[in-house]
């Protein structure tokens, strides 16, 4: 069975993410919030390196609580800090706090975020392969830098919005590929 050229073939985690997860519509808020975070920690990095820590970032980050990252305090940084098991890079993880106040006020303004990201979509999948920043990611990245979040620039958002299915990219020859006008 043929998957996309960039799936780790001896990583059973890649490949769950791949044929399970990976361009798969999900615009519940807390897995919205989840892909955020941790796309943000990927800039710089591989998704394979973020994927396989993604256990550990979960247990880190209190399972994705936005309410309880929102809240953290220096106490809890330093704590991420020394955690062997997730990214520690003190500039993310600090991020990823601003974010998520950012991420909520998003979600008072639209009433979800997932609202918000329709604004951009107009609640259409796009099919391409081959690139990794288009007009779309531009403009949203634009956008949340314009309110504030860090690491979030066009290529990761690009990156997040195939890993909640708001663009699909799997590649012609995978055995997951659709165009439009195969869906």
Known sequence: MNRCKWCNLNNPKYIDYHDYEWCKPNFDDQYLFEMLILESFQAGLSWECVLNKRENFKNAL??????????????KIEELLKNQGI?????????????????????????????????????TILYETGKTTNDLSDQLSKDLQKRGMRFVGSTIIYSYLQAIGVIYSHEEDCFMYKNESSR
Do not use: M, V
């Open 87 to 123: 990214i520690r890079n003190k500039l993310k993880i600090k991020a990823s706090i601003n974010n998520s106040k950012i991420f909520k006020n998003i979600q008072k303004e639209y009433g979800t975020f997932h609202n918000y990201l329709k604004s951009f979509t107009k609640d």
């Open 62 to 75: 209190d399972h994705f609580d936005i309410n309880k990252i929102s809240n953290y305090d220096d106490k």
